[in-house]
């Protein structure tokens, strides 16, 4: 299976572009989006090197996320990607990561052809729970600060 260098941005040279040419040239501010902007490959990789720097003393999941990954650490999203990744079957994983950085490798795609067993159950249980703080924002039962107001 071919890697990846568990920093690589997907860029020719490893580096952003730049926003200018000449001396005060800076580099383009790139935003990745966890998980939509990642291939399976970058998944894969960098998840190996998270697993092995928790081996550490002194270092939260949470750093090491964000060095490794350059975005906010959700744990729920983290450890249920995870688990997730390590529970598909390996033939999958070799499909996925072995497309590298094209469109058939992003980790969306990955996610698309191999749903998680409980995956429509919990993207349910999350449309009805917005649904109903929707609702009760609209009656006036909870305020602009999602505090209710409806005190019984």
Known sequence: MATVPAFSLRFPNGFP????????????????????????????????????????????????????FGVEFVPGTYYDHHAYWDA????????ATSAGQTSA?????????NPAKCAEQKAMRKRHA??????????GKIDHNLKRTDHH
């Open 17 to 68: 572009p730049l926003l200018n040419s000449g001396d005060d040239a800076v580099p383009a501010t790139v935003v990745h989006s966890w998980l939509g902007d990642f291939y399976a490959i970058e998944i894969h990789n960098r998840f190996l090197e998270l697993d092995h720097r928790k081996k550490q003393p002194r270092q939260t999941v949470a750093k090491i996320f964000y060095s490794v």
């Open 88 to 95: 598909a079957p390996q033939s999958a994983r070799d499909i």
């Open 105 to 113: 490798g992003l980790y969306s795609q990955f996610m698309k052809k």
């Open 130 to 139: 917005c649904a109903l703080a929707t609702q009760d924002f609209v009656s």
